[in-house]
């Protein structure tokens, strides 16, 4: 997340929660930052025979969006209302332009989530060349009212098992290391992480530090050690 986004979502969140829940949003975030700034890269082969679609509980559906008039008023407020509309807006635009899917889950009629995806390509850049085939998941949200069920796992199956079917050969995620809600959310998908990661910025240019062990020896046990290895050699 850039700069100017987090500044940007702190300001939303002090004019809708006032000055002492904005300090200690903003305190949890320095405490990330400082000790916690690594992010869990999860990887999931599409070419698995283990992916299998699942039945979705009655009233809920998944459907992907490819453009925003195709998307709709009504649901294009829904996703950019909740933090700086303007730059929720914007964003939403330009992954449209970059050819980005968004995925909608409902739950009788309502929104209750959504998620990205961009194949061939990082919607920002990666820690490390995305291929062809490859698809990265990105910026997925579930709304309160609609969490603590099987709806992520729901978008994510279905989202998986969809570009699968279209011929996709493997799909990247991650999510930061301090993030236990959405790494217990991982645990229920048919995602494995593949490695701790770090980026740092200096002069303009950013640089890639893998952490060796734990996630990566977890990966290379489910993924196959040719695999794991494929994506870490291509950082170097």
């Keep these: 997340m850039s700069f100017s986004i987090a500044v940007s979502r702190l300001s939303e969140y002090y004019r809708r929660h006032g000055v002492v829940a904005t300090l200690q949003r903003a305190g949890s975030g320095v405490k990330r930052t400082l000790f916690a700034g690594r992010m869990v890269v999860f990887y999931c082969d599409l070419t698995s025979r283990k992916l299998q679609p699942m039945h979705p509980p009655a009233g809920c559906c998944v459907r992907r969006v490819r453009s925003l008039s195709e998307l709709g008023s009504d649901r294009f407020q829904e996703i950019t209302s909740f933090w700086n509309p ?13 050819h980005a899917s968004l995925w909608l889950v409902e739950s009788d009629g309502h929104l209750a989530g959504f998620g990205w995806t961009i194949e061939g390509a990082a919607i920002e850049p990666y820690y490390f060349p995305l ?29 998986l098992c969809t570009l699968a079917a279209e011929g996709c050969s493997r799909a990247f995620a991650d999510t930061g290391e301090w993030n236990r809600a959405q790494l217990a959310a991982f645990q229920r998908t048919p995602f494995h992480a593949l490695g701790l990661v770090r980026t740092y910025k200096l002069f ?10 734990g996630p990566v020896a977890h990966a290379r046990q489910k993924t196959g050690s040719a695999k794991a290895a494929i994506v870490l050699s291509s950082n170097e």
């Design 86 to 98: 303007e730059l929720s807006r914007q964003n939403v635009r330009e992954r449209f332009e970059k």
């Design 131 to 159: 291929g062809a085939k490859d698809v990265q998941l990105f910026d997925f949200y579930i709304f309160p009212k609609f969490r603590g069920g099987t709806l992520y796992w729901l978008l994510t199956n279905q989202i």
């Design 204 to 213: 303009g240019r950013a640089f890639t530090s893998w952490s060796s062990g």
